[in-house]
């Protein structure tokens, strides 16, 4: 089954615990990214990759990093986890035909930092 | 740069009424166009699309047609169900490849 995977699906940490959030598709795709979502925000970009070894930063970069060694895995690293960046997680990938395809959409993770 | 401006929600509806989310965009060329549907405790799922001018996406009674001279996106269904309960995201696919969303709108639909 085609899918985008995230793990774990719930978090509850402390402020500076250093925490990864994994990422995996089985569908090839080129590009994955990752959103956060917050209430009266919508989704907004945190990191995007468009191959291996190639990430660039979204509209919301700062606390996070990522790192994409292989075409199917793209983590998500919090250094330092801090209260703001309590919110619900969201991976994705998809082809890219030059200006924007389907995005298919993991299940989510939700994490609070306290 | 580029944007989407959806309507504010919630929105509550009968069982059976006809519902339209309106969605306008701002962009620079010509960007494939998209509905995502939310349901309670899912990720995002993709409802339809449409890739250029005039064209009209449509998929489980749900339509938008892309409208150029409007710059507008909007989502309609003549009768909708609860099980249709859930956050509709208008979005745009920017030139790096992303999706650019609108907030979000809530439907709840009562029987």
């Known amino acids: 089954e085609a899918q985008v995977t995230q793990n774990p699906r719930y978090l509850i940490t402390v402020t500076g615990k250093k925490l990864t959030v994994t990422c995996s598709q089985n569908?090839?795709?080129?590009?994955m990214s990752w959103y956060r979502q917050d209430p009266g925000l919508g989704l907004r970009q945190i990191y995007y990759?468009?191959?291996?070894?190639?990430?660039d930063k979204g509209d919301v970069p700062e606390g996070y990093k990522v790192s994409r060694k292989e075409k199917r895995n793209f983590p998500l690293i919090l250094e330092s986890p801090s209260p703001n960046q309590t919110s619900l997680y969201f991976c994705?990938?998809?082809?890219?035909?030059?200006?924007?395809?389907?995005?298919?959409f993991g299940p989510g993770t939700r994490l609070t930092v306290l | 740069g580029d944007s989407v401006t959806q309507m504010e929600g919630p929105v509550t509806l009968s069982e059976e009424a006809f519902l339209t989310i309106n969605c306008t965009y701002t962009?620079?060329?010509?960007?494939?166009l998209f509905w995502y549907v939310q349901y309670p405790g899912e990720g995002l799922q993709l409802l339809l699309k449409?890739?250029?001018?005039?064209d009209k996406g449509s998929n489980k009674g749900f339509e938008a047609t892309y409208r150029k001279e409007t710059t507008s996106f909007h989502l309609e269904k003549g009768s909708v169900q609860v099980s249709d309960s859930a956050v509709y995201f208008c979005?745009?696919?920017?030139?790096?490849?992303?999706?650019?969303f609108g907030k979000g709108t809530k439907l709840s639909v009562k029987p």
């Open positions: 569908m090839n795709h080129e590009y």
């Open positions: 962009a620079t060329g010509y960007p494939s």
């Open positions: 990759s468009m191959n291996v070894e190639v990430t």
């Open positions: 449409a890739t250029k001018a005039d």
């Open positions: 979005a745009l696919g920017g030139s790096q490849g992303n999706l650019i």
């Open positions: 994705a990938s998809g082809l890219r035909d030059g200006f924007g395809d389907e995005q298919f």
